[in-house]
């Protein structure tokens, strides 16, 4: 299996502009997770889902972020618009159910300027 | 949010020597996991630890969950340049959600 593969992996932008993030999880697993990681925060879970469905977005700090889950096999998470608070490696994790081991993708290294 | 202090933050060690890394919470986990994370990359599981005084090996490192399971400690045994990187533990809550501690970031020097 190639692992959970995250899209792009280095993103740079301008605050105020959109940016998507794309996650495929491993064939399978039936939750997904998204973290961000800050040196001053830590990793934190942003929102998780289970079959698709959103079961806990408490993480998410504002509106201006919101996550989808179309299909098992693909999610996004976009901000819109960003601002340089934002600027973080954001992860994506997926496991078969909700206490197991999580496997995490690459991360993408997000940059607002 | 349920706080998971890891200590210490940084540490620089010369290859072979032994060193501990703790995680504590007030809080009480029903299992607690480490990670460890290389740069550039996502976490990975090193362990699960489930019950209160639980001791696991694996090869130079040996983890412990504490009695009342709000605390872990993570122990390596003749320290190796790739033991460098992130350790993290997460300890699950009992809405089964998992918290992530601050980290402890691994030098281990050649």
């Known amino acids: 299996d190639a692992g959970v593969i995250q899209s792009p992996r280095h993103e740079v932008t301008e605050m105020g502009q959109e940016v998507t993030l794309r996650c495929k999880p491993i064939?399978?697993?039936?939750?997904l997770f998204w973290y961000r990681q800050t040196m001053m925060r830590g990793l934190e879970l942003l929102i998780y889902f289970n079959n698709n469905v959103p079961i806990d977005d408490s993480g998410m700090p504002e509106d201006r972020f919101s996550a989808k889950m179309p299909n098992a096999s693909f999610s996004t998470l976009k901000i819109q618009p960003s601002e340089p608070r934002d600027s973080a490696v954001y992860f994506c994790?997926?496991?078969?159910?909700?206490?197991?081991?999580?496997?995490f993708g690459p991360g993408t290294r997000l940059l607002v300027l | 949010t349920q706080l998971l202090e890891q200590s210490p933050q940084f540490l620089s060690i010369q290859e072979g020597e032994n060193l501990t890394v703790y995680c504590n919470s007030s809080s009480v986990f029903s299992s607690l996991q480490w990670y460890r994370q290389e740069p550039g990359e996502g976490p990975v599981l090193l362990v699960t630890?489930?019950?209160?005084?639980e001791v696991k090996k694996l090869k130079r490192l040996t983890f412990q969950f504490g009695d009342a399971r709000k605390d872990s400690s993570l122990h390596i045994t003749a320290a190796q340049p790739g033991d460098t990187g992130l350790y993290l533990c997460a300890g699950l809550n009992t809405g089964n959600q998992f918290y992530f501690g601050t980290g402890t970031s691994l030098t281990v020097i050649p």
């Open positions: 994790a997926s496991s078969w159910f909700q206490t197991g081991t999580q496997y």
């Open positions: 064939s399978g697993h039936d939750y």
């Open positions: 630890v489930v019950t209160g005084g």
